[in-house]
């Protein structure tokens, strides 16, 4: 999240270029979200929310490679 905030000023891109998605949403940075990466549904509707299109590119970074969201 940190780095993708850091895009737009450091390389002149758009926000909307670079969005940064945390499970638990934006209070999971600031307040533990206790199970949020376990659901699988949430992750979809945050990438759906975003309207990713096959021409976009979604890293994700799991910490043990096994969360499901």
Do not use: N
């Amino acid at each position: 999240m940190l780095d993708a905030s850091e895009c737009p000023p450091t390389f002149g891109v758009s926000s909307k270029m670079v969005q940064g998605i945390i499970a638990g949403g934006r209070r999971a940075l600031v307040r533990s979200s206790e199970g949020a990466e376990d659901d699988a549904s949430a992750g979809v509707f945050a990438v759906r929310k975003r309207r990713v299109k096959s021409r976009d590119t979604l890293v994700g970074i799991a910490a043990c490679g096994l969360t499901p969201y």
